[in-house]
């Protein structure tokens, strides 16, 4: 049988099959209220200290809204990676995988409603010691400006507004377009040296829009910002990530900050932190040094002088 | 091809205007205002107060200081349209049930409803009814041409003045009389008020005639004798003092201030407008433009390779592939336009580039009526009437329509009031084009998705947190769509909520909420398909 004069088939053929697929990818992704039904068998698969994934990560607002902070906080959205997790919990759609557990082995998995939760160990678990940001509190840390002669501490304040709007717009990286200004640490340190600061934590977008909790550290001018924690536990590795923010009104100059790490006294690294790469990773080794704990003081510096924003996070494993 | 419109054709044509009009108008309540919207309206004040200062007082109207006022901020002409949408909120001011709103933006919904009709009467013309219905309703069920029909100063407009002026253009070819010339001349100079790069369609006419008449105009050329359609002469003589003329802002400075004029329109345009295309128009739509444009071309060159003597210049510029091949220069042109006007109504980020491509859209919409009508034939030739009865073979026909405009149709109504975050199966729906990382709704046009949930669930007096879109909230509230007593502040500090809509690379603005705000749980999402467009926090 010829097929051409059978052809124009191929018309109405197509036109019904794309109505059928429209009908089948409108109704794919899960909605709100299919999170909410899963929230139950997620309690029962993970663990109290489990990370919880939810993949595609444009379907997470209703996971947050169907779960609450619980699930899903603000800690674990902010998370440096995964290797500190022992377990997490994969909540899919849509057959899509989370590429960050992609080392982790399942051991067991669920289907509910259109969601696939796996739970996941992790091999190569490395546990976090020490978290420098959830620490920035004035029992376990001091925080001083040195100028040269003298160290000048930096005062603790815990601001009751909570209007940031005034604060300095930073244009790092993919942020450039939108020129956000800067969450307001609200617990701070306040440094009076040649220009007023503070040191607190707050929470930026990295390259590719993930949150980051880290320490705001500016370096100051003409002078060493020092931050001093005491009581670290020593682990392996002093490992983390940091950045240098450009202020919108400030015009790039090619100058680094540069940022050291001491264990008991001695200096275990220093990395120069350029400005338009985003957060940078650092990982300075202490498994050399003797074991139990010690002072830890992290150094940030201008080059040439010049006082620089700066954030970092840090963790001891 | 009939000279004269069937008044069946014209009455089928009147009712599609009214009735997308009707729809339109019914739909636009849900429809919000996207930032490059709001600056068109406020703009349109600004000429609206000129309007009544020109009627009340045209002298004091007329003097410089009160045009450049009025004018300063139409940094795109739009003139003609910001008077008709200032006119019409006048005469609208006192009808209770007309929103300042809808006032504004019943002009450009009436137009875009024109476009539909014209499209009808177009296609109707060069290939029969049936393509005709199939060609308006195949631009008008396009999700984001829907969409864009309902807003004002959108490039939906800019397509709808663009097809005016090809369509004119094409009659003034047909008819000797300086009818349809001097309606191309205005088409042109309106189209030159909202688009900065329309002269480029200018190219597309080159184009068309030198393909089609060709050796005719190098032979003329060789006997000293310059063959060229009048409506160029129109076009290229007169368009720009029409220009001048239409729009009080260049009534000073001239020259500087078209220069500044033509050159907002050179850059790089937002998105890629295959995947963008590709993404917002159904795919039964886009396989029948193929079809059509490509049984076009065969057809054209089929006629040349037969023509034994050039045929005479009317004969072949009358013909139905004249039109086939101006839609088809059109549709490029449109592109082109796009790509040298990046700053074009739309096209800022808030559109993120899905809605620019749709000056192409009506052309694309004619090419598949052709492409619907060489099917049609398809069926007819492989059902004589001997075999299938002439009732069935009309029933097949009906079901070959049906099958071509019933998935554009679902997918429309599925769309609305999500036209900006509507996606085809092409790319996967809206699911699909969430991890492709596409555009879903901007900022500004995602409040409407949240005005019951504030109307509903705020106290009084409460405040939110709009660091952008303060001025698309408050046409909302002027609208009657959200509580009067409700604030937009610019200070995230002390509001009590904080909408965060998706768009890439502005995560930062969500954390800010998160980190003030001190929860990352929004208290309500709004959803399309599965994916969130909008979603908000409340400070707890």
């Known amino acids: 049988m010829a097929i051409r004069p059978w052809l124009w088939l191929a018309i109405p053929g197509l036109g019904a099959l794309e109505l059928v697929m429209h009908v089948l990818l409108a109704t794919k992704a899960p909605t709100e209220e299919e999170f909410a039904r899963v929230a139950a068998q997620l309690d029962r698969l993970r663990k109290p200290d489990d990370l919880v994934v939810v993949v595609p990560a444009w379907s997470e607002p209703l996971a947050r809204k169907a779960w609450g902070e619980e699930r899903l906080s603000l800690f674990v959205r902010s998370r440096m990676d995964v290797s500190s997790y022992a377990g997490a919990v994969e909540v899919s759609a849509l057959d899509q995988r989370a590429p960050e557990l992609a080392s982790f082995e399942e051991v067991q998995r669920v289907r509910a409603e259109r969601l696939l939760l796996r739970r996941l160990e992790n091999p190569r678990y490395v546990p976090s010691l020490f978290v420098f940001t959830d620490q920035v509190r004035p029992d376990r840390m001091l925080v001083g400006e040195w100028n040269g002669e003298a160290e000048r501490d930096c005062e603790f304040v815990r601001r009751k507004d909570t209007d940031s709007s005034a604060n300095p717009k930073f244009s790092r990286g993919a942020e450039r377009r939108l020129s956000e200004p800067l969450p307001d640490p609200q617990p701070r340190f306040v440094c009076t040296g040649a220009k007023a600061s503070f040191v607190g934590v707050t929470l930026l977008a990295e390259r590719d829009m993930r949150p980051r909790r880290c320490i705001l550290a500016p370096a100051p001018f003409n002078g060493v910002l020092r931050l001093r924690f005491a009581q670290v536990p020593i682990g392996r590795v002093l490992k983390g990530y940091a950045a240098r923010l450009e202020s919108a009104q400030h015009v790039l100059d090619g100058t680094h900050v540069a940022f050291s790490a001491y264990v008991g006294g001695q200096r275990v690294g220093r990395q120069a932190i350029a400005a338009e790469v985003g957060f940078v990773p650092f990982e300075f080794a202490v498994q050399h040094l003797q074991r139990g704990s010690a002072e830890v003081v992290f150094e940030v510096e201008g080059e040439r002088g010049a006082g620089r924003e700066f954030c970092f996070n840090a963790e001891m494993r | ?540």
């Open chain 2, 1 to 540: 091809m009939s000279d004269r419109p069937r008044s069946s054709d014209l009455g089928i044509a009147l009712l599609l205007w009214v009735a997308y009009a009707g729809v339109l108008g019914v739909t636009v309540p849900a429809v919000g205002y996207s930032a490059s919207e709001v600056g068109y309206l406020q703009s349109t004040e600004a000429v609206g107060d000129w309007l009544g200062l020109l009627i009340a007082a045209p002298e004091q109207a007329l003097h410089r200081e009160m045009i450049e006022k009025a004018w300063a901020s139409s940094e795109t002409c739009f003139s003609a349209f910001k008077l008709l949408a200032a006119a019409s909120r006048q005469l609208l001011s006192n009808v209770p049930w007309a929103s300042p709103g809808f006032a504004y933006r019943l002009p450009p919904m009436v137009w875009g409803a024109f476009g539909v009709a014209l499209i009808h009467g177009w296609a109707s013309r060069v290939l029969n009814r049936a393509a005709g219905l199939v060609a308006a309703l195949t631009f008008a069920l396009i999700p984001v041409a829907f969409s864009q029909a309902h807003v004002a100063g959108s490039p939906l407009s800019i397509a709808v003045t663009g097809l005016l002026c090809c369509y004119c253009y094409v009659r003034s070819l047909e008819r000797s009389g300086l009818g349809w010339v001097l309606a191309t001349w205005g088409a042109f100079v309106l189209l030159l008020q909202v688009q900065p790069t329309g002269w480029l369609l200018v190219v597309a006419f080159v184009a068309h005639f030198l393909l089609l008449q060709g050796r005719t105009f190098w032979n003329q050329l060789r006997r000293r004798r310059l063959l060229v359609p009048r409506a160029w002469l129109y076009v290229a003589v007169f368009s720009w003092p029409g220009l001048l003329a239409s729009w009080p802002r260049l009534w000073f400075e001239p020259w500087q201030r078209l220069q500044s004029y033509l050159d907002s329109g050179v850059g790089a345009a937002p998105g890629n407008p295959w995947v963008i295309t590709a993404g917002t128009v159904p795919g039964i739509s886009l396989v029948l433009f193929l079809t059509g444009t490509v049984g076009s071309l065969l057809t054209l060159l089929h006629t040349w390779e037969h023509s034994e003597a050039p045929e005479s210049s009317s004969s072949i510029l009358s013909s139905a592939s004249s039109s086939e091949l101006l839609w088809l220069f059109a549709a490029i042109a449109s592109y082109a336009m796009v790509e040298l006007n990046p700053r074009g109504a739309g096209s800022g980020p808030d559109a993120g580039g899905v809605n620019v491509w749709i000056g192409a859209y009506p052309y694309f919409a004619l090419l598949a009526a052709r492409g619907f009508d060489g099917v049609c034939r398809s069926f007819a030739e492989n059902s004589s009437a001997e075999v299938v009865p002439p009732l069935i073979q009309r029933l097949g026909r009906l079901a070959v329509g049906v099958s071509v405009l019933a998935g554009p149709l679902v997918m429309c109504v599925h769309s609305y009031p999500f036209g900006q975050a509507f996606y085809t199966p092409v790319v996967g729906g809206a699911p699909g084009a969430a991890n492709l990382g596409l555009h879903r709704t901007g900022s500004s046009e995602s409040l409407a998705l949240l005005s019951t949930y504030f109307n509903e669930h705020a106290s009084a007096g409460q405040t939110i947190y709009l660091p952008r879109d303060i001025a698309a909230f408050e046409r909302l509230r002027e609208d009657g769509r959200v509580r009067e007593d409700l604030q937009p502040t610019s200070a995230i500090g002390g509001s009590e909520y904080a909408p965060y809509t998706w768009a890439p690379k502005t995560s930062a603005a969500e954390y800010r909420i998160w980190f003030d705000y001190g929860t990352t749980t929004p208290a309500e999402v709004v959803a399309h398909d599965g994916v969130p467009i909008v979603w908000v926090y409340e400070r707890r």
